[in-house]
């Protein structure tokens, strides 16, 4: 009898000791050899079958978690041939009999086959997968947990270990809240947006936006075959992912034409990344055309379509290289700059639940590079992009001073890390305010006065452990509460938990409050359960703080549990990022 990948049964890693962990542990790439066991498809005498409008699926169940999985499914036509640099095409064919939905999809293409291919990699990506409690009553329609994965809009798929799903949708069995939860691939880079004026001018823009839409068609189309409910669905991403939230927020001017409910941004906000044009990206789209013999075609794009991928794929750029494709403001899909949009209310008015990282920019900031005021001014003038001009540059540095008890990571005291350059905490709190804190501010502001009772911000606050030798431990200690850190606890993978008790009860409730925000808008526990439970603090909307706004700040019992804190860290600067914030194209 065949066998078929199939996720792990809760799988774990060896307690360790805390007290015997180093201090702090090098990073290491992905780990795969907890995620996946090989597991006969006799364990269930019937898998589970779900029949969409196209045909029916059989998926797999799992019985350590008790679920069933439905992984791969496409929610569009492959990307490639005619339909590459294309909007994503509906499926438009039918079957008899079950296909099989047992493995994940290949992911699209990106220049980090290494980490992303172990599905395989190819431009027939665009899929989606579900996890869904098994024996669940049909009358009970579960509502979606949607997520978005993340990767600068340049690496990434569903198909990680990091972004399994089943431990969440375990979770909301125990507390008797249970959802559905649903993955994607969509595409990257220049192939989710290539830009030109041909691009432009054919309407084939942010195609990577445009996936994730038809990704959220196909679930209203379809998710109530696999016990979902269609009316009650929340869009979830971190980093790119939580960009791309706030485009979706934001599309068509907040036109949400019933896709989605709720909204939940990890660290990233639809002003983060930049905003250039055809000036920025036609000389790259030039230079591919030239590089593929599409120069003496009357179409150039309908010749790209024709080139063969093992030729166009090393093509499309590297990490070192470039290029780096961002969404465009096309006027269509994304109308004006998201800030525009912002301000004035022209996006989806939804419950938000919404934050950051403690020490977001502790990974932007250059090691070893910034050791003076010169480095800085130097740094953010020429080397940032950010197009301050210098008295704008000058006023940052007056903001932002050396003093390494005010830098990032927090509360580091005057601990410089001067191996990483001697204003390395000074970098990382301006590039982390430029990109996650400040925009989160104007964007918490304006959801919340659109949305008062319906907009929860967070700041994460708990260190990492990390993979090492022996049982790991604590991450460096320069790198604090880093870009990402919050993922492994949402996730509750125990592969990138960690063995610490702590850490699985901190999980263990943040998971909690966004399976609550996925059922009720609101992060909080029921009523009923909340009089059972008064012991946890209740988190309050932001608007509850005034004027100054309310943070949540979830961290540890050890380091003193959850409370709320006014949003006002490092305001002036904050503030003062987002007044110059156009002049970054967003």
């Given at each position: 009898?065949?066998?078929?990948?199939?996720?792990?049964?809760?799988?774990?890693?060896?307690?360790?000791?805390?007290?015997?962990?180093?201090?702090?542990?090098?990073?290491?790439?992905?780990?795969?050899?907890?995620?996946?066991?090989?597991?006969?498809?006799?364990?269930?005498?019937?898998?589970?079958?779900?029949?969409?409008?196209?045909?029916?699926?059989?998926?797999?169940?799992?019985?350590?978690?008790?679920?069933?999985?439905?992984?791969?499914?496409?929610?569009?036509?492959?990307?490639?041939?005619?339909?590459?640099?294309?909007?994503?095409?509906?499926?438009?064919?039918?079957?008899?009999?079950?296909?099989?939905?047992?493995?994940?999809?290949?992911?699209?293409?990106?220049?980090?086959?290494?980490?992303?291919?172990?599905?395989?990699?190819?431009?027939?990506?665009?899929?989606?997968?579900?996890?869904?409690?098994?024996?669940?009553?049909?009358?009970?329609?579960?509502?979606?947990?949607?997520?978005?994965?993340?990767?600068?809009?340049?690496?990434?798929?569903?198909?990680?270990?990091r972004y399994n799903l089943s431990w969440i949708v375990d979770r909301s069995v125990q507390i008797g809240r249970p959802i559905l939860a649903a993955s994607i691939n969509y595409r990257k880079g220049g192939w989710g947006f290539m830009h030109s004026i041909e691009v432009k001018g054919s309407g084939n823009t942010n195609l990577a936006l445009?996936?994730?839409?038809?990704?959220?068609?196909?679930?209203?189309?379809?998710?109530?075959?696999?016990?979902?409910?269609?009316?009650?669905?929340?869009?979830?991403?971190?980093?790119?992912?939580?960009?791309?939230?706030?485009?979706?927020?934001?599309?068509?001017?907040?036109?949400?034409?019933?896709?989605?409910?709720?909204?939940?941004?990890?660290?990233?906000?639809?002003?983060?990344?930049?905003?250039?044009?055809?000036?920025?990206?036609?000389?790259?789209?030039?230079?591919?055309?030239?590089?593929?013999?599409?120069?003496?075609?009357?179409?150039?794009?309908?010749?790209?379509?024709?080139?063969?991928?093992?030729?166009?794929?090393?093509?499309?750029?590297?990490?070192?290289?470039?290029?780096?494709?961002?969404?465009?403001?096309?006027?269509?899909?994304?109308?004006?700059?998201?800030?525009?949009?912002?301000?004035?209310?022209?996006?989806?008015?939804?419950?938000?639940?919404?934050?950051?990282?403690?020490?977001?920019?502790?990974?932007?900031?250059?090691?070893?590079?910034?050791?003076?005021?010169?480095?800085?001014?130097?740094?953010?003038?020429?080397?940032?992009?950010?197009?301050?001009?210098?008295?704008?540059?000058?006023?940052?540095?007056?903001?932002?001073?050396?003093?390494?008890?005010?830098?990032?990571?927090?509360?580091?005291?005057?601990?410089?890390?001067?191996?990483?350059?001697?204003?390395?905490?000074?970098?990382?709190?301006?590039?982390?305010?430029?990109?996650?804190?400040?925009p989160r501010l104007d964007d918490a502001r304006h959801y919340s006065r659109h949305n008062p009772n319906g907009t929860f911000i967070y700041r994460f606050n708990t260190r990492p452990w990390v993979m090492g030798k022996a049982c790991g431990g604590l991450g460096a200690a320069y790198a604090g509460v880093a870009h990402a850190t919050e993922l492994a606890f949402l996730f509750g993978n125990p592969s990138w938990l960690g063995p610490w008790p702590k850490y699985k009860a901190l999980s263990?409730?943040?998971?909690?409050?966004?399976?609550?925000?996925?059922?009720?808008?609101?992060?909080?526990?029921?009523?009923?359960?909340?009089?059972?439970?008064?012991?946890?603090?209740?988190?309050?909307?932001?608007?509850?703080?005034?004027?100054?706004?309310?943070?949540?700040?979830?961290?540890?019992?050890?380091?003193?549990?959850?409370?709320?804190?006014?949003?006002?860290?490092?305001?002036?600067?904050?503030?003062?990022?987002?007044?110059?914030?156009?002049?970054?194209?967003?």
């Amino acid at each position: 009898m065949s066998l078929k990948p199939v996720a792990a049964e809760k799988p774990g890693i060896p307690a360790c000791p805390e007290k015997n962990a180093p201090q702090e542990a090098r990073k290491t790439p992905g780990v795969r050899r907890v995620l996946f066991s090989w597991l006969s498809p006799s364990s269930r005498e019937h898998p589970p079958q779900a029949t969409v409008r196209n045909g029916t699926y059989e998926g797999l169940y799992t019985p350590g978690f008790n679920q069933d999985l439905f992984l791969g499914m496409p929610y569009a036509q492959d990307t490639g041939g005619p339909n590459r640099f294309r909007i994503p095409q509906a499926l438009n064919t039918t079957w008899s009999g079950a296909r099989t939905a047992t493995r994940y999809s290949h992911a699209c293409p990106d220049f980090t086959p290494q980490d992303d291919d172990l599905w395989g990699m190819s431009e027939n990506c665009l899929s989606i997968n579900v996890v869904r409690p098994a024996g669940n009553p049909r009358h009970q329609k579960l509502p979606v947990l949607f997520w978005i994965h993340g990767g600068s809009y340049q690496v990434g798929t569903s198909g990680l270990d990091r972004y399994n799903l089943s431990w969440i949708v375990d979770r909301s069995v125990q507390i008797g809240r249970p959802i559905l939860a649903a993955s994607i691939n969509y595409r990257k880079g220049g192939w989710g947006f290539m830009h030109s004026i041909e691009v432009k001018g054919s309407g084939n823009t942010n195609l990577a936006l445009r996936d994730m839409r038809q990704a959220l068609a196909w679930v209203q189309e379809n998710i109530a075959a696999f016990g979902g409910d269609a009316s009650r669905v929340t869009i979830w991403g971190e980093s790119a992912g939580s960009f791309a939230v706030g485009q979706l927020l934001m599309s068509y001017g907040g036109r949400v034409d019933g896709l989605f409910h709720r909204s939940i941004q990890q660290s990233g906000s639809a002003a983060t990344a930049w905003y250039n044009g055809t000036a920025w990206y036609q000389p790259i789209y030039d230079k591919i055309v030239k590089q593929t013999g599409c120069s003496v075609a009357p179409d150039t794009l309908a010749c790209l379509r024709t080139v063969p991928y093992d030729i166009l794929y090393p093509l499309m750029g590297t990490e070192a290289d470039g290029p780096v494709f961002y969404p465009t403001v096309d006027g269509d899909i994304l109308p004006r700059y998201p800030t525009d949009l912002l301000h004035a209310g022209r996006f989806a008015h939804v419950p938000h639940l919404y934050g950051s990282n403690s020490d977001e920019g502790t990974d932007n900031a250059p090691a070893g590079t910034i050791n003076t005021d010169d480095d800085l001014y130097n740094h953010l003038l020429h080397k940032s992009g950010f197009n301050f001009p210098e008295h704008v540059v000058r006023r940052i540095m007056q903001l932002y001073p050396d003093d390494p008890s005010q830098g990032i990571p927090l509360n580091t005291g005057n601990e410089r890390f001067a191996s990483r350059g001697r204003q390395f905490k000074r970098a990382a709190a301006i590039l982390g305010d430029v990109y996650y804190h400040a925009p989160r501010l104007d964007d918490a502001r304006h959801y919340s006065r659109h949305n008062p009772n319906g907009t929860f911000i967070y700041r994460f606050n708990t260190r990492p452990w990390v993979m090492g030798k022996a049982c790991g431990g604590l991450g460096a200690a320069y790198a604090g509460v880093a870009h990402a850190t919050e993922l492994a606890f949402l996730f509750g993978n125990p592969s990138w938990l960690g063995p610490w008790p702590k850490y699985k009860a901190l999980s263990e409730k943040v998971q909690e409050m966004w399976i609550n925000f996925a059922h009720d808008g609101n992060p909080n526990r029921p009523s009923a359960a909340a009089a059972a439970t008064a012991a946890q603090v209740a988190w309050p909307p932001y608007a509850s703080g005034g004027d100054e706004g309310a943070n949540f700040v979830l961290q540890t019992e050890e380091q003193g549990g959850f409370y709320v804190e006014p949003d006002t860290y490092r305001l002036a600067g904050r503030e003062f990022l987002t007044e110059w914030a156009r002049r970054r194209h967003v």
